[in-house]
Every structure is written in C-alpha cells, then in structure tokens.
Nanobody, 115 residues
Framework: QVQLVESGGGLVQAGESLRLSCTGS????????MGWYRQVPGKERELVATESSGAVISYADSAKGRFTISRDNAKNTVQLQMNGLEPEDTAVYYC?????????WGQGTQVTVSS
C-alpha cells in the first residue's frame, strides 16, 4: 500500500503563486510515476502534470509555461510550483502515484484563486 499526503494549498489572488508538495510512504518501488491532477465540482478529474522516476515529464496544456513539477526520488516527494495562477485554476488538487499497475491518490488540497 501507498499513502500520499499533500500540503500547500490555499487562497491566493490572480497572478500569485503557490507551491504544492506531496510525500509518499509505504511500499514504494524505484519505478513509478508521481504527479498532480485537479478536480472541480461536476467535472472529471483532470491531469495537471506528471513526472516519472526516470524524469519523463508531462504537462496539461493549461499548465505549460506556468506550472513546474519536480520530484525527489530518494524522498518519494513531488512538488508543483504554480505561477501566474488564474481563477480557472481553482480546484482540489490531488497527488497521485502510478506503480505496478495501481494508481494511488492523496486526500486532496484546495486551491482557490480569486480575481
């Protein structure tokens, strides 16, 4: 089993920045993908950014140029630096890990961007 705990959400104004962090614990193998999804009420959870343990990175189009994902394999952590936040970025952000065919989720952290 894998446990993921997020931190760093909050309320900011448009144009400001936030940094989300996630720490994984439990049975974690060297090969995995960690990243971030987000969800607003009434909509499906959507990809924000992921990074594999081999440093392959993917971004949603909405995140490109504004968000930066990074991870520390030794510490099983992943961060998401979000700059230039917009009201449309308001959502619950979930940390995720894909490992051996299983997907794990954190409990989510709320990000609210006011205009």
């Amino acid at each position: 089993q894998v446990q993921l705990v997020e931190s760093g959400g909050g309320l900011v104004q448009a144009g400001e920045s936030l940094r989300l962090s996630c720490t994984g614990s439990g049975t974690i193998f060297e090969t995995n993908i960690m990243g971030w999804y987000r969800q607003v009420p009434g909509k499906e959870r959507e990809l924000v950014a992921t990074e594999s343990s081999g440093a392959v990175i993917s971004y949603a189009d909405s995140a490109k140029g504004r968000f930066t994902i990074s991870r520390d394999n030794a510490k099983n952590t992943v961060q998401l630096q979000m700059n230039g936040l917009e009201p449309e970025d308001t959502a619950v952000y979930y940390c995720m890990m894909d490992q051996l065919g299983w997907r794990y989720w954190g409990q989510g952290t709320q990000v609210t961007v006011s205009s």
